[in-house]
T-cell receptor
Framework: AQSVAQPEDQVNVAEGNPLTVKCTYS??????LFWYVQYPNRGLQFLLK??????LVKGSYGFEAEFNKSQTSFHLKKPSALVSDSALYFC?????????????FGQGTTLQVKP | DADVTQTPRNRITKTGKRIMLECSQT?????MYWYRQDPGLGLRLIYY???????NKGEISDGYSVSRQAQAKFSLSLESAIPNQTALYFC?????????????FGSGTQLSVL
């Protein structure tokens, strides 16, 4: 069965510092991996995805994520955090071997960037 | 105008009542989904539909039903609401194209069952 784990409920960083939000996954086939962001009182917005190819994926708002097959991880990163990055971040996975189209989401990590 | 519209934005109801949450989209996507969000649990899939004649149960379909009235409309019903169905509900769409599922979400419906 597919699963996603985000081990940190909250990540706190100072503005201008690098940030990492962690995600590990479990799928039976090749993974399709995603990051979504949720701002207060809004629906989720797509940030980036990994399907195949280069392990470092670049997305919206300066975010990037690194796919590590051996560690089954897909951590979200940004070199320099902004206060406006403060939000709830979700990692998601689907099994690329089928076409179920179902994403499984992690429990979410709150990112707090302080001035 | 929003591409994925959910109504109502907020709803308070009583235990045992039947309620319907509605979702409409202007993106022209075939695939539509209903998720619920609970603090600390993330999003869980309730039902999904790949086209008007295709309805599938998700992880937590018990107590819910859906109707795909048209390509653009997908409604979620709670036949007899109970307090543990209090949650934030999201509708989402995707085109199911190559490269995986990029979902587009509505703004959500906050449901409270008293």
């Amino acid at each position: 069965a597919q699963s996603v784990a985000q081990p940190e409920d909250q990540v706190n960083v100072a503005e201008g510092n690098p940030l990492t939000v962690k995600c590990t996954y479990s799928v039976s086939g090749n993974p399709y991996l995603f990051w979504y962001v949720q701002y207060p009182n809004r629906g989720l917005q797509f940030l980036l995805k990994y399907i195949t190819g280069d392990n470092l994926v670049k997305g919206s708002y300066g975010f990037e994520a690194e796919f590590n097959k051996s560690q089954t991880s897909f951590h979200l990163k940004k070199p320099s955090a902004l206060v406006s990055d403060s939000a709830l971040y979700f990692c998601a996975v689907r099994d690329g071997s089928g076409n179920t189209g179902k994403l499984i989401f992690g429990q979410g990590t709150t990112l707090q960037v302080k001035p | 105008d929003a591409d994925v519209t959910q109504t109502p934005r907020n709803r308070i109801t009583k235990t045992g009542k039947r309620i319907m949450l509605e979702c409409s989209q202007t993106k022209g996507h075939d695939r539509m989904y209903w998720y619920r969000q609970d603090p600390g649990l993330g999003l869980r899939l309730i039902y999904y539909s790949f086209d008007v004649k295709d309805i599938n149960k998700g992880e937590i379909s018990d107590g819910y039903s859906v109707s795909r009235q048209a390509q653009a409309k997908f409604s979620l019903s709670l036949e007899s609401a109970i307090p543990n169905q209090t949650a934030l509900y999201f509708c989402a769409t995707s085109d199911g194209g190559t490269g995986g599922e990029k979902l587009f979400f509505g703004s959500g419906t906050q449901l409270s069952v008293l």
